[in-house]
C-alpha cells in the first residue's frame, strides 16, 4: 500500500483517536477508551455523532467487525493489534469491550491510535479484504470522515466530495464542498504548482533545500513540526564480527559528528537526541541517558585494544572496511552517510557508502547485507513497542536490523510488553532505552523535522500532525479548513 493510499484511507475511515505534536491524543470517533487496572481489557465509548455517507450510523458493530477483520484478514493497518487481540463485546450501540489475550498498558495505547473503523453493512460479505480492489468499487466509497471518495483516476487524481454528516468540521469548512488530491511526479513541479496557487498544500514533507527557496515566497506558509516522530539512525549489524564488541560500537558512536550532521545537513531543521525514545514521548526515556563522545585518537586506541592492527602503517587499520548502506532516494541519509564515512576515517577506520534505490537498499538490509545502515524508522505507536520492533531478538516484524540476541534485553522488553498501567510500563520502557544505550545498539542522528508547505491564497487552518502518515492531510486536519481572511 503506498503513501496516497493511505493518505486516501485517511480521509474515509475514521480513527478513534488522533496523535497530536504535544504528545497528546486528541478524541475522534471516540469520546473514551478506559483502560481496566488489570490492564486485560479497554471500555471504548464511540462519539454517537459520527454517521457513515449513506446516512447509517457509526456503531460498536462496525468497531467489533474492523477489529475481527483486522485478525481474520490480516490487514496491514491491524498489525500490531491483532497478536493481542481476544475478543471484543457490544455493550450497546456506542460501547464495546475489548480483552487482550494478555494483560498489556503498552497494547491498549497501540490500539487508541493504530485503529480505523471500517464500515460493517458495507464489507460484511467480501471474503478476504486484502483482495478487495476499492478503487473498482463505487458503491463502496462510504466513509465516516469530512470528504468521501467520489472519482480515481489512479496513479493521478483521486476526487472527493463532502460528507455533510461529519460532526467535527470548523464553522466556515462547510464551503469546502469538494477535495482533489493530486499526484506530482517530482517535488519540483510541486513547488511550482504552490507558488503559482494551483495547488493549496503539498502533502508530504518537503526536504530542508525546498523549504529554503519557499519560506520567502508570498503567499507560501511553511509549517514546522519539530518533535516528529521521524526518527533517523546509525544501525549496527552485529552479525558483523567486527562489530559484535559494544565498546568498538560505542567507539563508533561517540566519534560521529551528530551536532553536524543536524546543522549540515539538515540544516537546523531536526532534533539531537542522545535516547532511543523521542522526546515526544515525555516520561520515558532515561534520565541522564547520553552517548560518550571520543576524539579519533581515543576511538583508535579502543580499535587497537580490540585486536584491530595497521600492519602496513597506511593510516587504516587492516581488511576493514565497513559498508555503510542507505536509500539513495534520501538526500539527508546519502549526506549523513558521508558525514559518518569521513567521520570514521579520522580514526582510521575505513568504510564505503553504498547506497542504493530504495527497494534494493531494504532487500540488503533485510538480508543483513550491510556493516552500517542509515535509515529511517518512524516511531507510531507506544515507546515500548516502538523499542520492541526495532531490537527485540525474535524479529517477528523484520524491523531489528541490529540482527543482535541479548537475552536480558529480551527480558526487560517483556516486562515493558506486560506492563498493566502507565507508571510501570514508562520504567520498563526506560530500562529496555538504557540497555539499548549501555550495548550501543544504535545511533540516533537525528529527528528530522517535517516541514509541511501550502499556499495561504484561498485557504489555512490545517492542523499539523507528528507522523508522516498523516502529516495536514488527515481527515480531521482537512475538516478545519477554512477560506483565508
Not at 504528545?23 to 481496566?36: D, E, V
Not at 480492489?133 to 466513509?143: I, N, P, S, T, Y
Not at 469546502?176 to 511550482?192: G, K, S
Not at 502529516?471 to 477560506?483: E, K
Amino acid at each position: 500500500m503506498s503513501i496516497t493510499d493511505m493518505w486516501v484511507m485517511n480521509q474515509m475511515y475514521p480513527e478513534l483517536f488522533r496523535a497530536e505534536t504535544d504528545g497528546s491524543i486528541r478524541p475522534l470517533a471516540a469520546k473514551s477508551a478506559t483502560i481496566s487496572p488489570d490492564g486485560k481489557s479497554i471500555k471504548v465509548v464511540l462519539n454517537e455523532k459520527f454517521t457513515w455517507s449513506d446516512g447509517e450510523k457509526l456503531t460498536a458493530n462496525d468497531l467489533k467487525f474492523t477489529l475481527d477483520r483486522y485478525v481474520k484478514d490480516k490487514l496491514l493497518q491491524g498489525k500490531t493489534i491483532r497478536e493481542n487481540y481476544e475478543s471484543s463485546k457490544v455493550v450497546s450501540p456506542t460501547e464495546l469491550t475489548v480483552t487482550m489475550k494478555s494483560p498489556s498498558y503498552g497494547w491498549a495505547k497501540d490500539f487508541m491510535t493504530s485503529v480505523r473503523i471500517l464500515p460493517e453493512h458495507v464489507f460484511k460479505d467480501v471474503p478476504d479484504l486484502t483482495k478487495y480492489a476499492l478503487d473498482a468499487h463505487e458503491d463502496a466509497w462510504v466513509g465516516a470522515g469530512p470528504f468521501t471518495l467520489a472519482g480515481v483516476s489512479k496513479g493521478q487524481r483521486y476526487k472527493f466530495t463532502r460528507n455533510e454528516q461529519y460532526p467535527l468540521s470548523a464553522p466556515g469548512n462547510e464551503e469546502i464542498t469538494a477535495l482533489e488530491f493530486r499526484v506530482y511526479q517530482d517535488i519540483n513541479t510541486m513547488q511550482l504548482a504552490l507558488q503559482s496557487g494551483e495547488l493549496d498544500l503539498a502533502a508530504p514533507s518537503l526536504p530542508a533545500s525546498a523549504v529554503a527557496s519557499l519560506e520567502s515566497k508570498p503567499g507560501i506558509k511553511v509549517s514546522e513540526v519539530s518533535e516528529s516522530v521521524s526518527l533517523s539512525k546509525l544501525t549496527f549489524n552485529q552479525q558483523s564480527k567486527t562489530l559484535q564488541s559494544p565498546k568498538v560500537r560505542k567507539a563508533i558512536s561517540g566519534l560521529i559528528d551528530t551536532e553536524a550532521i543536524l546543522e549540515t545537513v539538515l540544516q537546523g531543521r531536526g532534533t539531537h537526541l542522545e535516547s532511543p525514545v523521542l522526546p515526544l514521548f515525555k516520561g520515558y526515556a532515561p534520565e541522564g541517558q547520553s552517548i560518550q563522545k571520543v576524539s579519533a585518537d581515543q576511538a583508535r586506541d579502543v580499535f587497537k585494544q580490540e585486536g584491530f592492527k595497521d600492519a602496513d602503517n597506511d593510516g587504516f587499520f587492516d581488511g576493514l572496511d565497513y559498508k555503510i548502506l542507505c536509500d539513495q532516494g534520501n538526500s539527508n541519509h546519502v549526506k549523513s552517510a558521508q558525514v559518518v564515512r569521513d567521520n570514521l576515517a579520522t580514526a582510521g577506520i575505513k568504510s564505503t557508502v553504498a547506497c542504493s534505490e530504495r527497494s534494493t537498499s531494504l532487500t540488503a538490509a533485510k538480508a543483513a547485507d550491510f556493516d552500517l545502515y542509515v535509515h529511517k524508522m518512524p516511531q507510531s505507536y507506544s515507546p515500548g513497542t516502538n523499542l520492541r520492533f526495532q531490537f527485540e531478538s525474535p524479529n517477528d516484524y523484520g524491523l531489528n536490523y541490529t540482527y543482535g540476541g541479548d537475552a536480558e534485553l529480551d527480558e526487560l522488553i517483556k516486562k515493558s510488553t506486560n506492563a498493566t498501567d502507565e507508571k510501570s510500563y514508562q520504567e520498563a520502557t526506560q530500562a529496555v532505552a538504557t540497555r539499548v544505550g549501555e550495548q550501543a545498539m544504535m545511533l540516533p542522528l537525528y529527528i528530522e523535522s517535517l516541514n509541511y508547505v501550502s499556499s495561504t491564497k484561498r485557504f489555512d487552518g490545517y492542523v499539523q500532525s507528528p507522523t508522516e502518515i498523516n502529516g495536514p492531510v488527515d481527515s480531521f486536519s482537512l475538516s478545519q479548513v477554512t477560506r483565508t481572511k
